[in-house]
């Protein structure tokens, strides 16, 4: 992969990279078939991704007529790595041995390495013959709805095709690695004003918030509207206050320190609040709830912005849904893409029905709702959350701090990108949307 990286950072053009051999091997971050149930017995918390994530070199796999090789500059922790690193809530081979299920190009999925990693920018090094809009050369970063597309249930909506996938953690190649194998249909431009890490981390998060709070197939807000938002620093939430900014709406973020109260009121959030030092219980113990306490959020809403929240945008899901349907307001929408504390959720169903509201189920986007979001990044109308950069090699430590919680917004990770800032193909566009809001999670970070 070292001459497809010296050709990029020198500026080659399409055909000198496509006269660049393809490597057999490549570096790719990996779990293993075999060490499965080393974390057997152990707490979440104590399950270290440092221990089953391990980086070295693979095998680079046949590449089917509708896919393209790209070579990877920089990636993305998700929290869908710190699932497959964990092993939790269920080991992934069995998504790889389902998808090899399917077909000989599924087949190639089924090893007993997972290569991880839903999120990456880089450059187009070859395509399969089927592919029509990308040649070797173009800059990309890459969306992890990975459909296929002879299925008819993909083609209203693709995320409700019936084997829809999410690229590097339910398929194998992703893209924490020298170089990955995506379907050309998850290509799309990268930002000429970012670098290669400032690129790389948002297409997962920031589609998904896209999805759940601006497109038709989530809860997608009006003027005006106020929107609890928890976690509204963590990697969805950072995209999702500013969706609700853009889109002239009211966001409430919920953090857990107060730093991220201060790095909320820096993006232009009024109305923040501390969840650590609110001290809620919403739980008295490991059954019960206490509606006295989601009273005292929604009192807290209220007193911040005037109004219960028409929408909240839900992901921590067991210890906080039952609060989130009480403080929603009456005909209001609660939109949930995750359950980080535990999917198993209860809530009081009578304010549901007698107040008419509505739980709205989302999951990433479709291809068309990933390249809206991604134009917002491209005109630097949303901004990168990037707060820490970690190289390929320590990818372990990084995930780490996302299983902890000791992150903001997004950690980038440097693949072939030997250093920081590089990929800036625009700088006055840059200069326009402003280098201290483009870094602005980095600087709070560091
Ligand atoms: P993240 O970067 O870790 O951010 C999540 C934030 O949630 C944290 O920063 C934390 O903020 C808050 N939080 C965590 N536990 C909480 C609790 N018990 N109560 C209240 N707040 C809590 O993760 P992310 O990338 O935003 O992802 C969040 C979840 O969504 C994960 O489970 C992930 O797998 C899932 N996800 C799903 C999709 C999809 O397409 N379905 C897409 C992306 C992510 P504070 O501590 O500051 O409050």
Not at 74 to 92: D, M, Q, R, Y
């Amino acid at each position: 992969m070292k001459r497809f990286q010296e050709a990029i950072l020198a500026d080659a053009g399409s055909e000198e990279i496509a006269s660049i051999p393809m490597p057999d091997t490549y570096r790719g971050a990996y779990v293993r078939r075999d060490e499965v149930d080393m974390f057997e017995g152990l707490d979440s918390a104590d399950k270290d991704p440092r221990k089953s994530l391990h980086v070295s070199e693979v095998p680079v796999p046949e590449l089917a007529p509708d896919e393209a090789y790209v070579a990877v500059m920089a990636s993305a922790i998700n929290f869908n790595t710190v699932w497959t690193s964990i092993f939790e809530p269920l080991p992934t081979f069995g998504f790889l041995d389902r998808l090899g299920r399917e077909g000989i190009w599924g087949a190639r999925h089924v090893r007993d390495e997972h290569v991880v990693g839903s999120d990456a920018s880089g450059v187009v090094v070859r395509v399969g013959s089927a592919v029509r809009n990308w040649r070797p050369g173009d800059r990309v970063v890459i969306h992890c709805n990975y459909v296929d597309d002879q299925d008819p249930s993909a083609h209203d909506d693709s995320m409700l095709a019936a084997n829809q996938r999410i690229w590097g953690f339910e398929t194998n190649f992703g893209g924490l690695a020298d170089l990955t194998v995506v379907k050309a249909n998850q290509l799309m431009p990268k930002a000429a004003h970012l670098t290669w890490e400032e690129a790389a981390i948002n297409a997962l998060c920031n589609s998904t918030a896209y999805r759940m709070l601006v497109s038709r197939n989530g809860a997608p807000i009006t003027q005006g509207d106020r929107v609890l938002i928890w976690g509204a620093t963590g990697g969805l939430g950072s995209y999702a206050v500013q969706h609700v900014l853009n889109g002239g709406g009211v966001p409430v973020g919920v953090v857990s320190s107060a730093e991220k109260v201060d790095l909320l009121h820096d993006l232009g959030v009024d109305a923040v609040i501390d969840r650590k030092a609110a001290g809620y219980k919403f739980w008295s113990d490991e059954f019960t709830q206490d509606e006295s306490e989601w009273r005292r959020l929604g009192k807290d809403i209220r007193a911040l912005v005037g109004e219960d929240p028409d929408i909240v945008f839900e992901h921590p899901g067991r210890q906080t849904m039952g609060a989130s349907v009480f403080v929603c307001k009456r005909a209001g929408t609660i939109v949930t893409c995750a359950a980080t504390s535990g999917y198993m959720i209860e809530y009081d169903n009578r304010h549901l029905w007698m107040k008419l509201k509505t739980i709205k189920g989302s999951h990433f986007a479709n291809y068309r709702e990933a390249w809206d979001a991604n134009r917002l990044i491209c005109e630097g109308k949303v901004l990168p959350p990037l707060s820490a950069v970690y190289s390929l090699d320590e990818v372990g430590e990084a995930a780490l701090q996302v299983h902890r919680n000791l992150h903001e917004g997004k950690i980038g990770v440097l693949c072939l990108a030997p250093t920081e800032g590089l990929g800036v193909e625009d700088p006055e566009l840059r200069e326009r949307v402003g280098e201290d809001r483009i870094t602005l999670f980095r600087r709070h970070g560091a």
